[in-house]
């Protein structure tokens, strides 16, 4: 089995528990609109967030009830890209959300070790 | 020169003021001698004598940020005097951000939103030149009616020393607030949201949550300036207004 065979099924694994997660937001995070943007703030958090729009949508989603699958389906049709864009983008989006307190459980147990590399970016061709 | 230091706790905030006047040490110890303490406290400013008379002394914050130079060492005891005060609690009632508060005259008064006024001293000769006076302390207590609400340093052997040109004390009567400045902190003109977060991160615990939001929500209902942070020019320019 090539190195490369390990790394998509350890990467269909990572994916597979990472789709199964069930995200949920704090109910008691301060949430401020304004005309151009959205500021959040959670009770656990020294300073609070300005959000942009696509992580204001996913905090909104973020209810306990919806899989993190199902969010990555949504934000591929929403997005129009492949479902591994998409998760990826989910993926960021809920690190960002967790680091500013905004979530209530870690996330670390399921995130993929892609997302501590230090060079996460492919280098340029 | 040699340097000496005294160390105190204020309100819990242990800290260590290093001063190379004996004179001027020797006053401070004196007006600060219930909040001496014999352990070795964590260094918070310095005093340092000018190296000839022709110089100025000149009181350094732990980041090295020039607080003020000035003529004579009772000057300098002034404004560490106003700077300490800082590590009191706030009025009640009101919200503690970190900004300058600069007044162009005695009945408003101009926040300096950090790093403003934070990253670059703030010159006397430029200030008196526009008849603009800086307080002396890093952090502004506001009240819910957009007044400055600040107590004056407790220590009349300090607060009654003569101010040194180009600063003030802390207002102790309510002040309007009359502009903000706030950074530019990207190249883009900032958004509501993008000024509401910055102002919201510069408040102290203390208040709640929905009190910071509240106030920098209010402070952006003043009359606002956005001023480049690599230009100090523009800083004065923006006050000058």
């Known amino acids: 089995v090539s190195t490369g065979d390990e790394e998509g099924s350890a990467q269909a694994q990572g994916d597979a528990v990472f789709d199964a997660l069930v995200p949920r937001a704090r109910d008691d995070v301060l949430v401020r609109r304004y005309d151009d943007g959205v500021v959040a703030w959670s009770p656990i958090s020294p300073r609070p967030l300005p959000l942009e729009p696509l992580s204001d949508a996913v905090l909104n989603l973020l209810d306990g009830e919806v899989s993190a699958g199902d969010l990555v389906a949504d934000l591929a049709a929403v997005l129009e890209v492949g479902d591994p864009v998409a998760r990826d983008v989910l993926r960021r989006e809920l690190w960002l959300l967790e680091d500013a307190g905004m979530l209530t459980t870690s996330l670390t147990t399921v995130m993929s070790d892609r997302e501590h590399e230090v060079f996460p970016a492919p280098p340029d061709p | 020169v040699r340097a000496d230091a005294l160390d105190l706790d204020i309100a ?16 401070l110890r004196s007006a600060l001698s219930d909040q001496l303490i014999d352990e070795p406290a964590p260094v918070g400013f310095a005093m340092c004598v000018p190296p000839d008379a022709s110089k100025f002394h000149v009181l350094l914050d732990r980041s090295g940020l020039v607080l003020a130079r000035v003529q004579r060492s009772e000057e300098g005891l002034a404004v560490l005097g106003s700077h300490l005060g800082a590590l009191l609690p706030p009025p009640a009632g009101t919200v503690r951000i970190r900004a300058r508060a600069i007044l162009p005259d005695d009945s408003t008064a101009a926040l300096v939103a950090f790093p403003l006024a934070f990253r670059q001293p703030l010159i006397e000769r430029r200030l008196e030149r526009a008849s603009l006076r800086v307080v002396d302390r890093p952090v502004v207590d506001v009240g819910p009616d957009m007044t400055l609400q600040m107590a004056a340093s407790p220590w009349p052997g300090l607060s009654g020393l003569p101010v040194p040109a180009g600063h003030a004390p802390a207002p102790v009567e309510p002040t309007p607030i009359g502009v903000v400045l706030v950074p530019q902190l990207k190249r883009s003109e900032p958004t509501q949201s993008d000024l509401v977060a910055h102002l919201a991160a510069l408040t102290l615990p203390g208040a709640s949550h929905t009190e910071r939001l509240g106030l920098a929500e209010a402070l952006l209902r003043e009359q ?12 004065y320019a923006a006050l000058q207004r």
């Open chain 2, 12 to 27: 819990g905030t242990r800290l260590r003021v290093i001063c190379e006047d004996p004179a001027a040490l020797a006053a």
């Open chain 2, 224 to 235: 606002l300036a956005v001023v480049r942070l690599d230009d100090p020019a523009a800083l």
